[in-house]
């Protein structure tokens, strides 16, 4: 694996593992970072920082912050199917 980018930060632990499963499924290997802060400090509001982020290998960064992207506009704006919204291009 070579250098790793942060492609999203998630607003929680919950998040953060269902974004990575999403990746893993599509073939991306997902590094979670953060995830010690965010579980001692529960849903404390301290801005990102102390977000969970996901981090990927820089040569799949677009692709995977693509995917991550359509996947949290679809859950914002209530799509039903999420997942499945994201393999239509």
Same mark, same amino acid.
């Given at each position: /694996?070579? @250098?790793?980018?942060?492609?999203?930060?998630?607003?929680?632990?919950?998040?953060?593992?269902? /974004? @990575?499963?999403?990746?893993?499924?599509?073939?991306?290997?997902?590094?979670? %970072?953060?995830?010690?802060?965010?579980?001692?400090?529960? %849903?404390?509001?301290?801005?990102?920082?102390?977000?969970?982020?996901?981090?990927?290998?820089?040569?799949?960064?677009?692709?995977?912050? @693509?995917?991550?992207?359509?996947?949290?506009?679809?859950?914002?704006?209530?799509?039903?199917?999420?997942?499945? %919204?994201?393999?239509?291009?």
């Amino acid at each position: /694996m070579g @250098k790793l980018l942060e492609i999203y930060s998630a607003k929680d632990v919950l998040q953060a593992y269902l /974004m @990575k499963s999403v990746l893993e499924a599509r073939g991306f290997t997902v590094v979670l %970072d953060n995830l010690p802060l965010q579980i001692a400090l529960g %849903d404390l509001a301290l801005g990102t920082t102390t977000a969970p982020r996901l981090l990927v290998d820089e040569a799949h960064a677009i692709e995977a912050r @693509k995917i991550v992207l359509e996947l949290d506009a679809a859950y914002q704006y209530g799509g039903s199917d999420a997942e499945s %919204d994201c393999d239509q291009d």
